[in-house]
């Protein structure tokens, strides 16, 4: 769908929206930088700080 000046236009998907909202990160430890999107989020968020320990 198009967008005009007021509204960008495009599609909503609920689904994928609500896990971006909800289950996404971003994690930094020194130079490193890590974006995570999923349901088991904070695990993973867990054991990319826990390469740094």
Do not use: K
């Not at 609500?18 to 989020?41: D, F, P």
């Amino acid at each position: 769908m198009a967008g005009d000046g007021e509204n960008p236009g495009g599609a909503f998907y609920p689904g994928p929206t609500q896990l971006w909202l909800n289950n996404s990160r971003v994690v930094s430890n020194g130079n490193y930088v890590m974006l995570v999107c999923g349901e088991e989020c904070d695990q993973i968020v867990d054991d990319f700080n826990a390469l740094f320990e």
